[in-house]
């Protein structure tokens, strides 16, 4: 008989979070690769198709401490980063963590809080750490935001600012579910039921363990040279407001590199980078027209720049 192999931890993943995700498979991909990429995810689209759901599911199959922030429009910077309270019995404050101590924060309708409140996020989502009342305090390992947000056309929304923007390594899109996938959530009444009985597919140490594999994932100077006309050709379209940073052209990489991983490959191809372009950019590439480049923009630009 010969030997039974054991799928791979990213197969792992992938099969049983699509079970619960029915019919989004790219976008569950790509949710995986900001994560294997050490970046933080932006989930845009309209309410009930599924952003709260796919967050939850990648917590339970990674085996992650998991908080969830409902934002509203009176939530202040305190009630996501915590307070500090008046212990009568110690006669000393007593610090009170947040939900952002966590290891993903769910951070649900950003879009529904003020800037300052969603600036609260800032220092976290970038440094790994909070500062409060003069104090600085380490986050949990590994710490991953998954935000979503609702269209700005929503009443009682607040757009997220560039600055907050540019933290968020993806934004990805849901949509509506395909025929067959809507089916099958009306034959089995959703699938959310199904959350507390995910297995965990990981175990310690094996995300630190595949992160370090994807930042090994090997690109030519050839790849290198690709990924730096794209990026080029950002600054000089003259449609848009300002091209890509050097910082989006290293979560570009970032991610085209967990991409490949993803397949099972130890080495970046052009159609990895192509693949992960419009999430890593459409919310980076404001238009001068107003509003931010469309899936049909990042497409034109990457058939102006054909591979050889």
């Not at 969603?118 to 600085?136: C, F, I, K, Y």
Request: aromatic letters at 6%; a negative charge; hydrophobic letters at 45%.
């Amino acid at each position: 008989m010969l030997p039974t192999t054991r799928p791979s931890p990213v197969t792992r993943i992938l099969a049983a979070a699509n079970a619960v995700i029915l019919g989004k498979s790219t976008q569950t991909r790509l949710a995986l690769c900001c994560l294997l990429a050490k970046g933080h995810l932006l989930i845009e689209d309209l309410p009930g198709v599924g952003k709260t759901t796919l967050a939850h599911t990648l917590a339970r199959v990674l085996g992650f401490k998991f908080s969830r922030i409902q934002f509203t429009s009176d939530m202040l910077p305190a009630d996501i980063l915590g307070v500090s309270i008046f212990d009568r019995e110690s006669s000393h404050f007593q610090f009170l963590p947040g939900p952002v101590f966590s290891q993903v924060l769910l951070a649900d309708e950003i879009n529904r809080a003020t800037p300052k409140t969603q600036s609260a996020l800032l220092e976290a989502m970038e440094e790994g750490q909070v500062t409060t009342e003069g104090e600085t305090r380490p986050l949990p390992e590994p710490f991953f935001v998954i935000a979503t947000q609702n269209p700005s056309t929503q009443i009682g929304t607040f757009p997220l600012p560039e600055s907050q923007l540019d933290r968020f390594l993806l934004r990805i899109e849901l949509g509506y579910p395909d025929h067959d996938a809507e089916r099958a959530l009306l034959e089995s009444g959703g699938r959310r039921e199904q959350l507390p009985t995910l297995a965990t597919c990981l175990g310690p140490g094996e995300l630190a363990a595949m992160q370090q594999d994807v930042a090994a994932v090997y690109s030519s100077p050839a790849l290198l040279d690709y990924l730096q006309s794209l990026v080029e050709a950002t600054r000089q379209d003259v449609r848009l407001v300002h091209g890509l940073s050097p910082r989006a052209a290293l979560s570009l990489l970032a991610v085209a590199r967990a991409w490949a991983f993803s397949d099972g490959r130890q080495m970046v191809l052009p159609e990895d980078v192509q693949a992960v372009l419009p999430a890593v950019a459409r919310h980076r590439l404001r238009l001068v027209s107003g509003g931010y480049a469309g899936n049909e923009d990042i497409a034109a630009l990457i058939r102006s720049l054909p591979l050889a």
